[in-house]
């Protein structure tokens, strides 16, 4: 364990992150569930993007925003898994307090980015729905672009307050993360600095980032089925349900985890299960969203055919 003198203190210059070690009887169970996991999202949500780039029928708004779901879900997945497998393959499980930052940094900005991105999706069905002769016109290419730029953005920006924030501790004591990746709450208590306000910050940056997208989201979806209930045929009815469906999934899936692993408190007996919750937003919401929308969505059906 490497450690650098600083005054009285001994700083710590890296971590361990603990991960599954606990299971060590199944390493190699996990090891190859990850990599299938790992390859089947990269290219899932590949395809997802090539199909939206390349396929002229699905060059509207709805699927520019999935094509940076996609996108996004690539880079986020990205931030853990790869370091993940390396540690089960080399049996190193040390990262540096850069490397730590920095996998924090883009793993939160892009989670943040999410949070945003599922909220523009449900305005983009909102007004598709709700205003049909004012689609084109409000969700036109500059406006596209502002809603999703301002969705990374918002996430990237909220993320670097709180990295520079957390740059700022000094750790001196314990140095093992009890957890898979470097999330916020396991790194800040093994700090020996005062970490009130950086809890207050994260707080306030979280619900920001979290609270107003999904009520605004609810809000969508409660005009939504408000002005599909009615529409006076079934089959109209249907139409407009099945273009919002598969958002709604992956809606409800990325928030319901969320809640879990953030919100419902876990006793200490609980916080393998902790990890297995923690898995279901990082990895395989990541893996299902492709399948949700290639399943469920007729263009994409068609453009895959």
């Not at 509207?60 to 997945?77: A, D, H, R, V």
């Amino acid at each position: 364990m490497r450690r650098a003198e600083q005054g009285n203190e001994t700083a710590v210059v890296e971590f361990i992150i603990l991960g599954f070690q606990s299971i060590p009887e199944v390493q190699f169970i996990l090891f190859l569930m990850f990599l299938v996991t790992y390859i089947a999202t990269v290219l899932g949500n590949l395809l997802i993007m090539m199909l939206v780039v390349t396929d002229h029928h699905l060059h509207n708004p709805m699927f520019f925003f999935l094509g940076n779901l996609s996108l996004l879900e690539t880079c986020y997945t990205s931030t853990i898994l790869p370091r993940m497998l390396a540690s089960f393959l080399t049996n190193k499980y040390v990262i540096s307090l850069s490397g730590c930052f920095l996998q924090y940094f883009f793993f939160t900005g892009l989670a943040g980015a999410e949070c945003c991105l599922l909220t523009v999706m449900s305005y983009d069905r909102y007004i598709a729905i709700c205003k049909p002769l004012h689609y084109t016109a409000i969700m036109n290419g500059r406006c596209c672009l502002q809603l999703a730029g301002g969705s990374w953005a918002n996430g990237l920006l909220a993320s670097a307050i709180v990295t520079s924030l957390m740059q700022q501790l000094t750790f001196c004591g314990p140095n093992e993360i009890d957890h898979f990746f470097c999330d916020f709450m396991p790194v800040v208590k093994l700090s020996c600095s005062d970490t009130h306000w950086i809890k207050l910050v994260t707080f306030i940056l979280a619900s920001l980032l979290t609270l107003p997208p999904f009520l605004l989201t609810l809000i969508s979806y409660v005009y939504i089925s408000n002005t599909v209930l009615r529409i006076p045929s079934s089959t109209g009815r249907h139409k407009a349900f099945s273009t919002c469906s598969s958002h709604l999934t992956v809606v409800t899936l990325f928030y319901g985890t969320l809640i879990v692993v953030y919100l419902v408190p876990k006793p200490n007996t609980l916080r393998d299960l902790s990890k297995v919750f923690s898995v279901c937003y990082t990895v395989l919401t990541p893996l299902v969203n492709p399948l949700i929308y290639s399943l469920r969505n007729n263009n994409i059906k068609k453009a895959l055919r």
